[in-house]
């Protein structure tokens, strides 16, 4: 694993014919979600079952949350009392109509870092995906950037910011995603992610849906279904 800075975004580079990024195959580009350290999605790039000339890029987020010793990122800020309120109801929140401040911003870091990450390493294909926040982003990115994506993998996000997606759907008909999360998912709903679903298909996308009797998280069977993705589109 090496560390580069691809435009405004400090990454972990792995996997490829040297284990830190050499090659020519395939670049996958993961998220980590809201209050993560910045190699928190890393050490997927050890269980998943893909090609050895697969290479992975993990992004760490531009907002630090914390100080000291911890490494607590965020690509936008999220309403922590809104947060802990809906917690205690119990009722994971609906951000349909949400759309976060920062959000242009992260947007933005991201499209100059994937700009980067293809000048330097020349992916055969890019695959873009994330966790939680980080599968948001990934979302939104691909739907205001035309840059060609082979597959898109969306684990435990959900449907945000609906009037500025909705239109822009039909402009990556034919994409194949993934999309997964957990039925019991208390910090965000599995129906949002059911309706995202089925906004996509509608529109035309190729949506592998993995449902999971789980909460906030990656199983076993995300990872298969991520490692397939992969696989499937070189």
Known sequence: MR?????????????GTDREGGGEGPVVVLLHGYGAAGDDLVGLARVLDVPREVRFVFPHAPLSLAGGMMDSRAWWPIDLMALEAALASGNARDLRSDVPDG?????????????????ALKPSVLVLGGFS??????TDLALHDDRPLGALALMSGTFLSEQAWCPRFVSRAGLPTLISHGSHDPLL???ASVELKDALIEAGWKVAFVPFRGQHEIPPMVLQALSQLITEVQ
């Open 3 to 15: 560390t580069q800075v691809f435009g405004p975004l400090t990454c972990r580079v792995v996997g």
């Open 103 to 119: 959000l242009p911003e992260a947007r933005a870091a991201l499209s100059a870092c994937l700009d980067a990450i293809t000048a």
């Open 133 to 138: 926040q980080g599968a948001m982003l990934a």
């Open 189 to 191: 709903p599995f129906a």
